[in-house]
């Protein structure tokens, strides 16, 4: 599966912004998609993942309650909605794709696609 990020900008803090991930490939619903973000110096980290068929979600502790992850499995698009943005979620945000469930490790995930840049101005 290949995987492309977009959406990604400037926000103030406190506003909010919405990032994308188009993927191709076969048999996207039985991936479980994820978002992974890397701070200028920072690892890598992850922020939110949803199972292939859309009912489950998880969520980094730093970014539970204000950032939703969910996906179009008619659209092969896996969302990453971002609300009450902070100067810390300043990051490139990227998608990544696995195989198995409530997996939270870069290397957990086999696909990846470029990030797209977040950028959060205090």
């Known amino acids: 599966v290949q995987l492309q990020a977009s959406g990604g900008g400037l926000v103030q803090a406190g506003g909010s912004l919405s990032v994308s991930c188009a993927a191709s490939g076969r048999s996207f619903g039985t991936y479980v998609m994820a978002w992974f973000r890397q701070a200028p110096g920072k690892e890598r980290e992850f922020v939110a993942s949803?199972?292939?068929?859309?009912?489950?979600?998880a969520y980094a502790d730093s970014v539970k309650g204000r950032f939703t992850v969910s996906r179009d499995n008619a659209k092969n698009m896996v969302y990453l909605q971002m609300n009450s943005l902070k100067p810390d979620d300043t990051a490139v945000y990227y998608c990544a794709a696995a195989r198995s469930w409530l997996k939270f490790s870069v290397t957990d995930y086999s696909y990846w696609g470029p990030g797209t840049e977040v950028t959060v101005s205090s």
């Open positions: 949803v199972r292939g068929s859309g009912g489950a979600t």
